[in-house]
């Protein structure tokens, strides 16, 4: 088997994840906001932990569509990531 097939999905997969909590970063950093990249590193590491976590407990869990669920998870833990941030930086600013 081919390894393009999943490391283009596990590319896909983290510019899903990660592409909002970056456009946030640079967006504030564009406002003038002080260390707009200071818990970037943070948020990106408990995003994937949590979306790795959530989708291996649907998993075992059996439900009946497993991918849809999945990407829902996935575009949920992006759009808090990235309200976390913006609400973190603006509060501080």
Same mark, same amino acid.
Do not use: H
């Given at each position: 088997?081919?390894? @393009?097939?999943?490391? /283009?999905?596990?590319?896909?997969?983290?510019?899903?994840?990660?592409?909002?909590?970056?456009?946030?970063?640079?967006?504030?950093?564009?406002? $003038? +906001?002080? #260390?707009?990249?200071?818990?970037?590193?943070? +948020?990106?590491?408990?995003? @994937?932990?949590?979306?790795? $976590?959530?989708?291996?407990?649907?998993?075992?869990?059996?439900?009946?569509?497993?991918?849809?669920?999945?990407?829902?998870? @996935?575009?949920?833990?992006?759009?808090? $990531?990235?309200?976390?941030? !913006? !609400?973190? #930086?603006?509060?501080? /600013?």
């Amino acid at each position: 088997m081919s390894y @393009l097939f999943p490391a /283009s999905l596990a590319l896909i997969f983290m510019a899903i994840l990660w592409m909002p909590a970056s456009a946030v970063c640079l967006f504030l950093r564009g406002m $003038g +906001v002080p #260390r707009p990249f200071a818990g970037l590193v943070l +948020v990106w590491v408990a995003q @994937l932990l949590l979306v790795s $976590g959530l989708i291996y407990v649907i998993y075992q869990a059996g439900v009946a569509n497993p991918a849809a669920y999945g990407f829902a998870i @996935l575009v949920a833990c992006s759009a808090l $990531g990235a309200a976390l941030l !913006w !609400w973190r #930086r603006s509060r501080t /600013s």
